[in-house]
């Protein structure tokens, strides 16, 4: 099933991207990572600089999969009110999560300031409001407590809304020192660094199996290009198609609408370009480029099935725009891309990293959901420091099999 159609903007901004060599031989290494995507990118990045051979296999081109549909909204707020993942997790798992999402935005920075390749990564701040009177009181609960797990983050009433922006809204969390990134420049510039590092790239290299050898320990993946690759670890960070290796229970689809303006001359009463978002399901998100256009996306559907989120499609880009619109009815803008795509989430509000027996000394990076690309850098730091270190503590976390409070 084909996960995306539309046109992309992303690409428009590093037309001269580096293109890699496809496999042409056998080859063995300590770690195979599948999937050329952000996660496969974070994870060779973590890898790279220990005395590990790491190779990275993509069906396509670098960064061409849902990676190009990536939003890249940087928050460790998420669809699932920390309020209530502390009820699925308990307390002190959820406190732990929290620091681990903060810190994950703060190592994006950090890598991303580096770089040849500009990551276009800016800090900017959420408001994060309630789309009725109804949800007032559960917005209140999350904010005391992200305050009191050391948030920055402020509790917004109308007239302070109304006093910064064109539109009125009961109430908000403003959360200050999120980000926006670009995802296609910035999984370029991991590969890239990557690379640098020895680190060995091969596109249009896709998988067609893969199997155990129990006499040497290790997987052996095949190529549809008739070739081999012996690996004592594989981490299979394909995004969505990883659910065609290993359909994970936890993971659920819908589908999901974006548009991408034109550039917009003056955005002056767009408080602090702020990322805007809702409590309402499906929510509506907002955030700004590096060349002022607008992107809008959510309404999202309950079907995934690729014909129904097709015909869907035209009708939704009417309706972000007219969304749009309401927000903010001077900024006039034209939609000069739009897609429809598969969006992925884990059930219980966690991302997921699948280690099954049938797939000895492999991971399955199930970084789903609204926060993917801080959820990915959460993931491959702990699968890169348990295949670098020999332990985790923090993975256990993550694991497809993690226990639930009421399982406990």
Not at 215 to 234: D, F, L, Q, S, W
Request: charged share 25%; hydrophobic share 35%; with cysteine.
């Amino acid at each position: 099933m084909k996960r995306q159609t539309g046109t992309y903007y992303w690409p428009t901004t590093f037309p001269d991207a580096p293109a890699y060599p496809s496999l042409e031989t056998d080859l063995s290494c300590d770690v195979l990572i599948v999937g050329g995507g952000s996660s496969g990118a974070q994870c060779a990045y973590h890898l790279a600089d220990h005395d590990l051979d790491v190779v990275v296999i993509e069906k396509s081109r670098i960064a061409s999969g849902s990676t190009v549909t990536n939003t890249a909204i940087l928050q460790y707020s998420g669809e699932k009110m920390f309020t209530s993942l502390v009820n699925t997790f308990g307390e002190d798992y959820i406190a732990r999560h929290l620091k681990l999402l903060k810190e994950a935005i703060d190592e994006i920075e950090a890598t991303s300031s580096h770089t040849n390749i500009d990551c276009e990564f800016t800090r900017r701040d959420t408001l994060y409001s309630a789309s009725c009177p109804e949800d007032v009181y559960k917005l209140r609960k999350e904010y005391d407590y992200l305050k009191q797990h050391g948030c920055e983050v402020d509790f917004l009433k109308r007239d302070e809304i109304e006093a910064k922006y064109p539109f009125s809204r009961e109430a908000a969390i403003y959360s200050y020192n999120d980000g926006e990134i670009n995802p296609f420049t910035y999984t370029h510039a991991l590969f890239e660094e990557s690379v640098a590092q020895g680190v060995r790239v091969f596109e249009h290299t896709e998988m067609n199996g893969q199997h155990f050898d129990r006499e040497t320990g290790n997987m052996i993946v095949t190529t549809k290009n008739g070739y081999t690759i012996e690996a004592r670890h594989v981490i299979f960070a394909a995004g969505y198609e990883g659910m065609d290796i290993k359909k994970e229970k936890k993971a659920s689809f819908a589908s999901t609408f974006t548009v991408t303006t034109n550039p917009v001359e003056d955005l002056s009463e767009w408080y602090n370009r702020t990322i805007l978002w809702d409590t309402a399901r499906p929510y509506l998100y907002v955030r700004t480029t590096k060349d002022n256009r607008i992107i809008i996306g959510g309404l999202d559907e309950n079907t995934d099935e690729e014909g129904d989120r097709n015909s869907k499609l035209t009708h939704k880009k009417r309706q972000l725009i007219k969304e749009f619109n309401q927000l903010f009815p001077d900024i006039k803008v034209e939609p000069e891309f739009y897609l429809a795509s598969s969006y992925g989430g884990i059930v219980d509000g966690v991302p997921a990293v699948g280690k099954y027996e049938e797939f000895p000394g492999c991971y399955f990076v199930f970084a789903f959901g609204d926060n993917g690309m801080v959820y990915g850098q959460v993931l491959a730091k702990l699968i890169a420091e348990e295949i670098t270190h020999g332990k985790s503590q923090d993975l256990a976390m993550y694991l497809q099999d993690r226990p639930l409070l009421e399982n406990v």
